[in-house]
């Protein structure tokens, strides 16, 4: 990766993260947004509501000047809903890609809430991973608003992550051959309990 390559990188990963540490209470539109996501019920075996999920931040990022495409499972249509690839075209063909999911462990409705104090929202898949997927739309809104990318950028979000995306994974292998970088937008936290997150698998 060349530095500019880095120094795109960074501005990405810097509007990212201003989004993920900026208290809730100021940022209405991001809780409306997520209120939104998370009122949908979005099982994985829901695949109307998996599908309602995509549509949703499919809109969200052809406003951004993304153009859509929409994989079917190649185990049928029963398999789950359809893979949401998103692309942005920068001068560089190599790719920034990041990666979320619109499912969830939870197959019927639930509240949405958030604590009195406004620092906790609470709701089916508010971490994993509707929350994540409103921190990286908001970091690009961010990011694209200041800057004119040279790398390409990918946006992609499985419908069946907690059931390993089965169908889908030769996608997602054929995506990181062609990215300079790869960020997930699932929150994990490290086995140390001390707060730190995980930044990097092997």
Do not use: Y
């Not at 051959?177 to 995980?198: C, I, K, Q, W």
């Amino acid at each position: 990766m060349t530095n500019h390559q880095l120094g795109l990188s960074g501005l990405l990963l810097a509007s990212v993260a201003l989004v993920a540490c900026q208290p809730a209470w100021s940022m209405p539109p991001a809780v409306a947004r997520l209120e939104d996501l998370v009122r949908i019920p979005s099982g994985t075996a829901n695949i109307a509501g998996v599908d309602a999920v995509q549509e949703r931040v499919a809109n969200d990022l052809r406003k951004l000047g993304f153009t859509i495409q929409w994989i079917a499972n190649p185990r049928g249509e029963r398999a789950s809903g359809k893979l949401l690839v998103a692309t942005l075209r920068g001068t560089d063909a190599r790719f920034v890609t990041l990666v979320t999911h619109a499912d969830t462990v939870f197959e019927s409705p639930g509240k949405f809430e958030i604590s009195g104090d406004s620092k906790v929202a609470r709701g089916p898949g508010v971490i994993d991973a509707k929350g994540g997927t409103v921190v990286a739309l908001l970091g690009l809104e961010r990011f694209l608003a200041k800057t004119k990318p040279r790398l390409s950028i990918r946006f992609v979000s499985s419908p069946s992550e907690e059931t390993g995306s089965a169908g889908f994974l030769d996608d997602f292998r054929r995506f990181a051959r062609d990215s300079a970088m790869v960020l997930g937008f699932e929150p994990a936290l490290a086995p140390h309990g001390n707060g730190s997150s995980v930044i990097c698998k092997s």
